[in-house]
């Protein structure tokens, strides 16, 4: 069983920035992943990473914006968000799995292990 646990969520200013971090113990896993739910929307990706280093993938919403990296032990994910907008505001789930294609990166059901989220509040 993967443990994930987030951090690093709040409120600022459309502009501003938050780094959420996600840390991982035990069990497998070579894909780690950031998805965000708002109300009444369904649960979206927002950045993937290949453990191994063969893919860093991104919705169109979030490129050139957000920037997903992992520690060198490969336990601890992070999501720099920098010129955050309103519409960022989600509960922000980190989730792991494995051998998940490039192509399939978004599909949440992919993904065996999730976090309990961490809120980004946007304000404009």
């Known amino acids: 069983q993967v443990q994930l646990v987030e951090s690093g969520g709040g409120s600022v200013q459309a502009g501003g920035s938050l780094r959420l971090s996600c840390e991982a113990s035990g069990g497998t896993y070579s894909t780690l992943a950031w998805f965000r739910q708002a109300p009444g929307k369904e649960r979206e990706g927002v950045a993937s990473?290949?453990?191994?280093?063969?893919?860093?993938l991104y919705a169109d919403s979030v490129k050139g914006r957000f920037t997903i990296s992992q520690n060198n032990n490969r336990n601890t994910l992070y999501l720099q968000m920098n010129d955050l907008k309103p519409e960022d505001t989600a509960m922000y789930y980190c989730?792991?799995?494995?051998?998940?294609?490039?192509?399939?990166?978004?599909?949440?059901?992919?993904?065996?292990?999730w976090g309990q989220g961490t809120q980004v509040t946007v304000s404009s």
């Open positions: 989730a792991a799995g494995t051998r998940i294609y490039s192509y399939s990166w978004s599909e949440s059901h992919k993904y065996n292990y």
């Open positions: 990473l290949s453990t191994a280093g063969y893919y860093t």
